[in-house]
């Protein structure tokens, strides 16, 4: 089992920048690729990024290219998405997930954090 744990979400005006942070634990980290997804009110579910285990392989949905990083620290556990330019269309629960494979579905996933922009 893999548990994840968002942080990082809040209210933020449109332009603004947030860090979001995913902690792993459980089994080994760095086995582990790691992705972003996002669901806003009403809305399905919806990829942001990806990140594969060594970092070498990155993706992201076109609706952030160019704004949104994500990055992750094997030594710590933990993912990053550093959203910068956000708008208020980012508006969304951020969650979390990781699989073992990129020919798996994402297994695990966290309990999500809101992001709010406001315009």
């Known amino acids: 089992q893999v548990q994840l744990a968002e942080s990082g979400g809040g209210l933020v005006q449109a332009g603004g920048s947030l860090r979001l942070s995913c902690a792993a634990s459980?089994?080994?980290?760095?086995?582990?690729?790691f992705a972003w997804f996002r669901q806003a009110p009403g809305k399905e579910r919806e990829f942001v990024a990806h990140?594969?285990?060594?970092?070498?392989?990155?993706y992201y949905v076109d609706s952030v290219k160019g704004r949104f990083t994500i990055s992750r620290d094997n030594a710590k556990n933990t993912v990053y998405l550093q959203m910068n330019s956000l708008k208020p269309e980012d508006t969304a629960v951020y969650y979390c997930a990781a699989r073992y494979t990129t020919q798996s579905s994402y297994n695990y996933w966290g309990q999500g954090t809101q992001v709010t922009v406001s315009s």
């Open positions: 459980g089994h080994t980290f760095s086995n582990y690729n």
């Open positions: 990140i594969s285990r060594s970092s070498g392989n990155i």
